[in-house]
Every structure is written in structure tokens, then in C-alpha cells.
């Protein structure tokens, strides 16, 4: 089970839709071997594509570096899908490389970028396995 603060995915859904139509992505790093998600980083989509995100490579070195010194680790990453439901496609599978780390997914499909519904759903992926996990929310 993901157990996050409201404010942070909310945070998360309001960057999905000012970068839609291009994929949002980015991570919420917290305390290492904790399982708490505290400080969200947005990322800038290097591939700017409706379909498939890739964080800056030199964002994500300066990400590594402040965690290195906070004794951080990553603890979500977040995308967007623009046009599809939020399940982890085969190339989100393929790439998924931190198997401590849940994988929130937000979809802006039925909304784009202006006000309406989305969806928010949560993953585990390790080794290639996908498992949807509840999402509890705290203040």
C-alpha cells in the first residue's frame, strides 16, 4: 500500500495537466529504507512525447546527487498518460529500475488539461511483474 499525503498527488495531478498533451513525470523522494514519500521533484520529460517519458539526464544526476547527500532514495514515480488508462504500459514495464519504489500513474484522458475527472493508481513492478496497490491518503 501506497500512504501518501493528499498534497503531494495532488501536486502530481496539476503537473500531469500543465504538461498535457506531453507525458509528466517525476519522483517523490523520501528518508532511505523508510517507505515515505516527502519531497516531490518534477522532472522535466526529455522526450516532450504524448507517449513515452524520459527524465533530463542532467536533472536526474542532480537528483542523485541531492539524495546521495540527504540519504535519500526515490520512493514514487510518478507519469502521466495522456490518452490511455493509468496501468503501466509494456515500455513503463521494461523500464521500471527501482524496485523499492511504488509507480503512480495519472491519467488526463478524459480531461486534458483543463478541469474534469482523472485517474490515479499506484503500482509495484519488479522484475516485470506489475501489482496494483491501494493508495491511502494522509494530511
Known sequence: MLTIR????????????????????G????????DDPVRL???????RSP???EFDSTEHKQ???EMFEQDH??????????????????????LAAEPQAHYLLVSTADSGNGD?????????????EVTEEEIAYRE
Not at 41 to 47: D, F, L, S
Open 6 to 25: 493528499r498534497d503531494l498527488v495532488d501536486d502530481i495531478i496539476a503537473h500531469a495537466k500543465q504538461d498535457h498533451p506531453d507525458e509528466a513525470c
Open 27 to 34: 519522483v517523490i523522494t523520501g528518508p532511505e529504507g523508510s
Open 41 to 47: 521533484v518534477r522532472m522535466t520529460n526529455a522526450a
Open 51 to 53: 507517449t513515452f517519458f
Open 63 to 65: 537528483l542523485a546527487n
Open 73 to 94: 532514495e526515490i520512493v514514487v514515480v510518478y507519469h502521466s498518460h495522456t490518452a490511455t488508462e493509468a496501468y503501466p504500459s509494456r515500455t513503463d514495464i521494461s
Open 116 to 128: 474534469g475527472p482523472v485517474s490515479v493508481r499506484s503500482y509495484r513492478i519488479v522484475d516485470g
